[in-house]
């Protein structure tokens, strides 16, 4: 899951058309996948910022994506009119988290940071690459990405804005 600057936070993303009914298959950009339900109320945002409200008709797993229908969309040129759209979210609408879960979004701008206080640098973003989370930590040598995993990141303080990591030496170099 993705927050942007305007605060609202991106859970998917309409890939493409599916079938003739107005359904859309959807990227989805959220580790909680459950949250999409028929009355879920989005905005359906364009990357030049374009924004409207927008509320699941239906939704169903397909594919490792979502199959989802928005009310006053029941055909296939209406949905096409959708393509490359997010679903946005306000932060207020994000799920209750699990111990020691952060959101993607809540790290971006923690300062890195050794156990002894040593600055790393700045956490630009957290992403994931082959199926493993990674920071991505602007150092003054450039971009580095670390893994974000025990026993490297050995504590995520996001009310601090802080990060406590133990890389293995050259791995921030």
């Known amino acids: 899951m993705e927050q942007d600057k305007d605060e609202r ?43 409207r409200p927008a509320r699941v008709a239906s939704a169903r797993p397909h594919g490792g994506r979502m199959l989802i229908r928005f009310e006053g969309t029941e ?14 979210v306000s932060p207020s609408q994000a799920p209750p988290r ?41 150092t003054p040598a450039g971009p580095r990405d670390v893994p974000f995993s025990h026993p490297i990141v050995t504590s995520v303080d996001i009310a601090a804005k802080k990060i406590v990591l133990d890389p293995p030496a050259g791995l921030l170099d």
């Open 75 to 88: 055909e296939a040129n209406g949905a096409e009119a959708l393509r490359g759209l997010d679903l946005c």
């Open 98 to 138: 699990p111990p020691g879960f952060v959101f993607h979004w809540e790290v971006a701008g923690c300062q890195a940071v050794a156990a002894n206080g040593t600055v790393f640098g700045t956490v630009l973003e957290l992403t994931e690459v082959g199926g493993r989370s990674l920071l991505v930590v602007e």
């Open 9 to 51: 936070i991106v859970i998917g993303r309409v890939v493409r058309p599916h079938g003739l009914t107005g359904e859309v298959s959807v990227e989805i950009l959220t580790d909680f996948p459950e949250r999409f339900v028929p009355g879920l109320a989005v905005e359906l945002r364009s990357d030049d910022g374009g924004v």
